[in-house]
């Protein structure tokens, strides 16, 4: 697993307290209770990293998880390295900081207002300030339509050229038929032009695991 011995770094509330932008990471959005700590911690196989819960409006924060750094591999390992770790830089380039951010979630009626209102400006200033993000992991429960967060997030990437990766999770729920439709009908109802890829997956099942940490894997190479 490429992305393995992930490791939590820091829980931020404003975009000003995530760790210095360098490097590449890859964010996690979606509406509230969509599936994204648990996509993460399947996609990093380990299940306690992102905290979840039925409840939704969980993630509270921006929380930030590194990968394990690849600046300290000595030369005599690289190879190794490279083998172990497909995100390993080359022998001689720069190190690179890789990391995964939890993004809280969007639309969750009963939290405050106010509080809706912040995530909703630090959302929107972290997809325009941050230089390290290399794309953005969408997750949506694929028995509903987009909603309105998720078409956003859509029209953000399509508008600046931003890879997004789109999980349609849950997808236990439904039969491998039903799921495939639902796929189907999601891709053709993307824009052209847009860089937008995306799978049917599930946490809970495993569905499309392997595929979307190659996915991952894709995005912060970029
Ligand atoms: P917030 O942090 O509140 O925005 O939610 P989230 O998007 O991080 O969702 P979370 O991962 O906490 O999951 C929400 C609920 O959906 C939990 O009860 C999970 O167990 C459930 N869930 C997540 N992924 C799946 C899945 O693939 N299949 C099923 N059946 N349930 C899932
Ligand atoms: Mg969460």
């Avoid at 750094?69 to 001689?92: C, F, H, I």
């Avoid at 809280?104 to 200033?125: C, F, M, S």
């Avoid at 290399?134 to 694929?142: P, Q, S, T």
Wanted: charged letters at 25%.
């Amino acid at each position: 697993n490429p992305l393995q011995g992930a490791q939590f770094v820091l829980a931020a509330h404003r975009v000003s307290q995530l760790p210095a932008d360098r490097g590449a990471e890859v964010a996690f959005a979606g509406r509230s209770n969509a599936g994204k700590s648990s996509a993460l911690n399947a996609l990093t196989g380990h299940k306690g990293l992102a905290r979840t819960s039925k409840t939704p409006g969980r993630t509270q924060q921006m929380v930030s998880f590194s990968l394990p750094p690849y600046k300290d591999v000595p030369v005599s390992r690289a190879q190794d390295a490279q083998e172990r770790l497909p995100l390993a830089q080359a022998e001689g380039e720069p190190s690179l900081e890789v990391r995964l951010v939890d993004l809280p979630g969007y639309g969750y009626a009963k939290v405050p207002q106010e509080l809706r209102e912040h995530w909703r400006q630090e959302i929107d200033r972290y997809l325009h300030q941050r230089r390290s993000l290399r794309g953005v992991v969408l997750i949506a429960d694929i028995r509903h339509p987009l909603k309105e967060f998720d078409r956003m997030m859509l029209d953000f990437c399509f508008a600046t050229g931003l890879p997004c990766h789109l999980l349609l999770t849950k997808a236990d729920k439904l039969s491998r038929n039903q799921a495939a439709q639902a796929l189907a009908a999601m891709r053709k109802s993307f824009p052209d032009g847009l860089h937008a890829t995306a799978q049917v997956f599930s946490s809970t099942a495993g569905t499309g695991v392997d595929e979307a940490r190659a996915a991952v894997v894709a995005l912060l190479r970029q």
